[in-house]
């Protein structure tokens, strides 16, 4: 399941983000060895669109839930920390 939604003059370079590279990496190995099993995921494209999404093994929605609420908590700090 995913959604775009396009942003109005919000256009970002396109830019390789190499720490993203590497992470998306190191976590497509650990999905492969069975490690991840669930994930949800934000993306920022390089254009104007925003992806949204999530995917996993049955029986894993409530603990999925529960990370991105716990995301939700950490990123809403981190953007009254910066002054956002």
Known sequence: MSD???????RLPDAVN?????????MTEEARRGEIVAMAYAVVGGGDDLRTGWDGLAHTGFRLGAAVLCLQARYADYLMERGA
């Open 4 to 10: 775009i939604v396009e942003l109005e003059n919000a």
């Open 18 to 26: 190499h720490d993203l590279v590497a992470e998306l990496e190191r």
